[in-house]
């Protein structure tokens, strides 16, 4: 079922961006958006009103492949959420984005995050992770150990933060999805499918409270992890 969100729909309005190819941005002033990895390059759709808040969110893995830390750093961000403490990766973008407040998250900290808000499901959707019987127990057996683990892949992570942040605004998603596929920048490029199916686990299992206040502008996305469906102007 399409629906379709209009400036007198909400009081805020956030926008989350992923880096699937040919998304549709909706034509909405946002107070504010998060970007996923290479995604950055793409809020520029919404930063030239000077009011927005731009927010990059990327693993620190992504943050040292020279194609995502350009998007990052040309974004212009007001903050840069980065998973994970690697040293290089900090290195890397307190060489080039002095002009943003720059925050990491360790793999614990995410993962106490992730559990506050998703609970069990967070743990079944990492066992997800392995097809391999063998490895999903290996990998149980790590999370105890370690009592951490990724989670959620960097898009659904940017979709949590965003509503965790912003408890009284609708979250419009776009450029997100949990099948695995290319970036805008790099068709060829597959997205890691064994994340994907750790997203397509927790996702259509958020909280009631997050869930409600979803959007996409994708269709499939919208039918996968059953939230609303919005269609209305685009930016061109």
């Not at 990895?37 to 520029?44: M, P, V």
């Not at 194609?67 to 007001?78: E, F, G, Q, T």
């Not at 903050?79 to 990491?104: M, Q």
């Amino acid at each position: 079922m399409k629906f379709v969100l209009s400036e007198n729909d909400f009081s805020q309005v956030v926008v989350v961006i992923g880096s699937k190819p040919f998304a549709r941005f909706p034509n909405v002033s946002p107070d504010r958006v998060y970007s996923a990895n290479g995604a950055a390059e793409r809020t520029s759709l919404y930063a030239d009103n000077g009011t927005t808040s731009i927010t990059a969110i990327a693993g620190s893995s992504a943050i040292m492949q020279d194609h995502d830390l350009k998007r990052v750093i040309a974004s212009a961000p007001n903050r840069i959420i980065i998973r994970g403490d690697k040293l290089d990766a900090i290195k890397c973008l307190s060489n080039f984005a002095s002009a943003a407040d720059v925050y990491t998250i360790s793999q614990l900290e995410q993962w106490q995050l992730q559990k506050k808000a998703l609970g069990s499901n967070l743990i079944i959707g990492e066992l997800n992770y392995d097809r391999n019987p063998i490895k999903k127990l290996y990998r149980f057996l790590k999370v105890l150990k370690n009592r951490s683990a990724i989670g959620l892949s960097t898009g659904g992570f940017a979709i949590l933060i965003a509503a965790l942040e912003n408890p009284n605004a609708e979250i419009l998603i776009t450029g997100i999805g949990i099948d695995p596929g290319g970036h805008f920048y790099d068709h060829h490029g597959r997205v890691h499918g064994n994340r994907s199916r750790v997203d397509a686990w927790i996702l259509p299992r958020l909280p009631y409270s997050i869930k409600k206040r979803l959007w996409t502008t994708d269709a499939k996305l919208a039918n996968d992890i059953n939230i609303k469906y919005h269609e209305s102007s685009f930016i061109e």
